[in-house]
């Protein structure tokens, strides 16, 4: 069999761009319920805003912990300021994807294990809207993501 390349390797234990992350991330306390390894790799990739992460998981987990199904969003009253447009679960979720983007491989894999999670019971437990709450594309020119496309409180 033949050896693989040493970069192959690093690739393969998922560091970014085939580094290892610095010292420093590495001693920071883990993310959420991530392993040392994938946390190390938020904290290296997002510099200081690894916190968020677990912010908007909590709030994401905060939405889901209500009983029932049948949950509706809610809309933020000011979306423009960034703490009131959490109150609206579908921005988080925004907030989220858009952290996972900026992760390398190993951290990506492991972030998405959890919002994979978190999604399946998000749709179990809101209802497909007919009308899209917002009609796209967002602030960066994308269609809004299937989140957005639920039952809202007051429809
Ligand atoms: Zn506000």
Redesign the pocket.
Same mark, same amino acid.
């Given at each position: 069999m033949p050896r693989r390349r040493p970069g192959a390797l690093r690739a393969a234990r998922g560091d970014f761009e085939g580094r290892r992350p610095s010292a420093w991330a590495r001693e920071l306390p883990p993310v959420d319920r991530l392993s040392p390894a994938a946390s190390a790799e938020v904290h290296w990739a997002l510099r200081g805003r690894a916190d968020e992460v677990e912010t908007l998981l909590s709030t994401y987990r905060d939405f889901l912990r209500r009983p029932g199904n049948g949950l509706r969003l809610a809309p933020?009253? +000011?979306?423009?300021?960034?703490? +009131?447009?959490r109150d609206d679960v579908a921005l988080v979720r925004d907030e989220l994807a858009e952290l996972y983007r900026g992760l390398p491989p190993g951290a990506r894999r492991a972030l998405g294990r959890v919002l994979r999670a978190l999604d399946a019971e998000f749709r179990r437990r809101t209802m497909p809207a007919s009308v899209p709450f917002r009609i796209g594309p967002d602030r960066q020119g994308r269609p809004y993501a299937w989140w957005h496309r639920r039952v809202y409180e007051g429809t």
């Open positions: 933020s009253l +000011c979306e423009s300021c960034p703490g +009131c447009a």
